[in-house]
């Protein structure tokens, strides 16, 4: 056929209608695009009768369409009459009318749109491929109630695409999931710009974080500076901050969910990557091409001496000692397509931190300090599908963290007279063992309901010491046994085009040293959609928390110690209202608003007296009782929260705001007065832009600000591992410190903290390699981000504050080639 003459100066529509003239092709324009499809052809059908249409359902996976990985969070929809998001393992499930011709879109971000026009006749599974957007033509952050098919009431929720994980700027170049997280409304940092995350008012220890759903205890890899989770191992992350789903629950601010990538089961993948802080390797591919994956990452510090004698200079330790520091971690995930109704998970993690040192005392010994610590998590998940209608998940769950620390003193010369081995261990251990059944059933498309069940047992090892010297030996520990177990059903209800709730409620029996509580959780969320570009939300969530972690360095030590909620120091407890408002300002630009009001009962701390890990004979340490050394109160928050992201183009990112204030009383504590507590911040800008300059070259800057915060005395505690108490002489307000009658106890606001990071990315792409440099600047403008204070006697000898500061300027090149 001879191609027709085109009059390429005509509209769009008619250059189309030219070329596909001949064809069985035609087209038609969605949006802002124009679709090319084969042409429809003539329904021969008997007509449905009036009144007799029936429903039916259209389900599958979404994948990726190069690695053939299932999609968390997709979203799948018909404009103006059903939607849904496909669940952790890819699936979905929607009701549509009987013989109606619609147009299904799937969508998810940083990949490429799918529609398609279908017209159900029987129940159909469809399963969808989406490839890659390289052209970065979709939103880099989004709220999940917002999405164009408004399918579930949610607040508080944020997703992080991988994308947007993998380009914004970290310390040293390591790529870091809570470091990202830090950026969003309500979200503070530590003090000292470690991983822990404190939202919206609570502590670090109140937030659930699940890998693989196995909740991980201790987050830090060299204490906090990084995180344990390895974002290439990672294929989704969640943030849950208020609006609680029944399925969640066991802590009371926040839930950080990720799923691990199931491995490439097409093609064999690989990738090496070295920087200025550890090397890494990834290896994925198909056990039994597009029927078994495998994913296996690994990462490993480099320069340990170099390392640990910078972390020990931050730690204020002078003594001259050759420190020592590094860590390793490794994911590994196996998963099997049994066939269309079944599929078996295996994941693990584990990962492991030393830091220690030792120097000569005398000619005749040296002395050694040893700190070890580590997570190991693995799950093992079947998915079973009844019918179209059902989907169910069985998990069985380990987890565990612990660590160890050692003093020896070690003789130079067994041959000098008198010389003698002394060693001193501490060490603790929290392990726990669950079975989690998860059922989604949609009966109809104006119902989504998901239930399940799941019970943990954790065994705990407390307070465990042995000292052994010449003249005696001494040993102790406290083992306790909990059981937590639970019952949740939740619904998603589309009352109407315009509202939608999401009612639920959750039920927890917990028994330890044969005392049982009983908890009742009821959850609202509602979603009213007021115009095509206005949504309002709202929500009510009960938590409670029956573990408890004993803290007073607020350092993120490893030696912070996490003990079970018992008679004397009862579960914790919280109530969060949320309101909020989401408004499309343009196809570009998105405005999102809430506020919060969160009450906390039960919550613990240390009594000004005490200390945990100060162990000066064995004798005493025997008789140290942590509950004893406990004091409870009650805390009060609320804040508002704004935020404003570019969604679409080569340049995209968000800017965010938040306003909080957060109370706590203690009746022990601050002569029972109302106080601030340390992550009490009132004022955090945060911004975030990444702009893509080509196809392969990427730059991304993040910056933020936040007010000072009260501070008291910081005790690292590094070099002798046991100096961990808080009874220190009061500090004074300093200059331009907040005057405040709350401030009494905290001491004093501490300076505001501000940075501003950038990278720059350039890929080099080939036929069989691709090379990626990176180049990162950490505190572009240079200026010593604050660390902590530390109480210090000047030349009169009286006490005050001294800030310590971190590197003002740190460049660092990371490489990585892919295969």
């Not at 970065?136 to 949610?154: F, K, Y």
């Not at 910078?310 to 066939?339: C, I, M, P, Q, R």
């Not at 955090?684 to 005395?713: D, H, M, R, V």
């Amino acid at each position: 056929m001879v191609p027709p003459l085109i009059d390429w100066q005509a509209d769009t529509e008619q250059v189309l209608a030219r070329l596909l003239e001949g064809t069985n092709l035609s087209f038609r324009k969605v949006r802002a695009c124009y679709l090319i499809e084969p042409r429809r052809q003539p329904d021969t059908r008997l007509p449905v009768t009036p009144g007799l249409s029936r429903k039916l359902m259209i389900s599958g996976y979404v994948k990726e369409q190069n690695s053939g990985e299932n999609l968390v969070g997709a979203t799948v929809f018909v404009a103006g009459k059903a939607g849904t998001i496909t669940n952790n393992y890819g699936y979905y499930a929607l009701s549509l009318p009987e013989n109606e011709e619609v147009e299904l879109i799937v969508s998810l971000v940083g990949y490429q749109r799918v529609y398609q026009r279908i017209r159900l006749i029987e129940n159909t599974l469809l399963n969808v491929e989406l490839a890659n957007n390289d052209s970065l033509d979709e939103v880099v952050l989004r709220a999940d109630a917002t999405e164009n098919a408004w399918s579930v009431a949610q607040t508080s929720q944020h997703t992080i695409p991988l994308r947007a994980a993998e380009t914004i700027p970290a310390v040293a170049g390591e790529k870091d999931v809570l470091k990202t997280l830090q950026f969003l409304p309500g979200v503070h940092k530590d003090f000292n710009g470690q991983v822990g995350l404190h939202i919206r008012g609570g502590g670090s220890d109140q937030n659930l974080l699940i890998l693989d759903d196995a909740p991980v205890y201790n987050a830090n890899h060299l204490f906090g500076f990084f995180s344990v989770f390895n974002v290439d191992a990672l294929k989704s992350i969640r943030l849950q901050k208020g609006g609680f789903p029944a399925r969640y629950g066991g802590r009371l601010s926040s839930v950080v969910e990720m799923s691990m990538r199931e491995g490439n089961n097409k093609h064999l993948k690989g990738e090496v990557g070295t920087g200025l802080i550890t090397s890494r390797l990834i290896l994925e591919g198909p056990v039994i091409r597009e029927k078994a994956s495998f994913l296996l990452t690994a990462r490993r510090t480099n320069f340990s001496s170099l390392l640990g004698n910078f972390v020990a200079k931050v730690a204020e330790s002078y003594s001259g000692t050759n420190w020592k520091s590094d860590f390793h971690d490794l994911n590994a995930k196996l998963n099997v397509d049994l066939n269309r109704r079944n599929r078996l998970y295996l994941s693990g993690y584990f990962g492991r931190d030393f830091f220690g040192g030792g120097d000569s005392l005398d000619a005749s010994r040296r002395w050694e300090n040893v700190l070890r610590w580590g997570n190991t998590t693995s799950t093992l998940r079947w998915n079973h599908l009844f019918s179209e209608r059902l989907f169910a998940n069985l998990s069985f769950i380990f987890s565990q963290y612990d660590f160890t620390t050692h003093t020896k003193y070690v003789p130079i010369d067994a041959s000098i007279p008198n010389s003698s081995v002394t060693m001193w261990r501490y060490f603790n251990r929290l392990t726990d063992y669950t079975l989690k059944y998860d059922l989604e059933y949609f009966p109809k498309q104006s119902h989504q309901i998901q239930t399940g069940i799941t019970s943990t047992q954790r065994f705990f090892r407390l307070n465990g010491f042995d000292v052994s010297d010449t003249v005696a030996s001494y040993s102790h520990i406290e083992p306790i046994r909990s059981i937590e177990s639970s019952v949740y059903a939740e619904d998603n209800w589309n009352v109407s085009k315009n509202l939608k709730l999401a009612p639920g409620g959750r039920a927890t029996l917990y028994q330890v040293n044969e005392k049982t509580f009983f908890r009742i959780e009821p959850r609202l969320a509602v979603l009213l959609k007021l115009t095509g570009r206005t949504a309002l939300l709202g929500s009510y969530s009960e938590m409670n928390q029956f573990v408890h972690q004993l803290t007073n360095t607020g350092q993120g030590l490893p030696t912070d110690l996490w003990v079970p909620a018992l008679p004397e120091v009862k579960p914790q407890r919280s109530r969060q209202i949320v309101l909020g408002c989401i408004h499309e300002l343009t196809s570009k630009w998105q405005l999102s608003i809430e506020m919060y009001r969160k009450w906390m009962s039960h919550i613990i701390g240390y009594h000004p007296d005490a200390g945990f890990i100060g162990l000066t004979n064995a004798q005493r340490a025997e008789h140290i009782r942590w509950e004893r050394n406990i004091v409870t109160g009650t805390a009060e928050a609320s804040g508002l929260e704004c935020m404003v992201q570019r969604k679409t183009g080569r340049f995209s990112g968000w800017f965010t705001y938040t306003w909080a204030i957060t109370l706590w009383r203690f009746p022990a504590l601050n002569n029972g007065q109302p106080f601030f507590p340390a992550h009490d911040r009132r004022h955090t800008f945060s911004w975030i832009g990444i702009y893509e300059l080509n196809s392969g070259l990427k730059l991304s800057a993040s910056c933020k600000y936040g007010s000072g915060s009260p501070q008291t005395t910081s005790v690292l505690g590094v070099s002798g591992f046991g100096s961990l108490t808080k009874n220190n002489p009061p500090a004074p307000t300093p200059p331009g410190g907040l005057s405040s009658p709350h401030d009494s106890f905290s001491g004093f606001r501490g300076v505001a903290m501000h940075q501003l990071d950038v990278r720059l990315q350039k890929t080099f792409a080939g036929p069989h390699f691709t090379h990626q440099l990176e180049l990162t600047i950490t505190d572009a403008y240079v200026r010593s981000s604050p660390y902590a204070y530390t109480s210090a006697a000047n030349t009169s000898r009286n006490f005050g504050q001294r800030l310590m500061a971190r590197f003002p300027f740190l460049p660092s090149v990371s490489y990585t080639l892919q295969f």
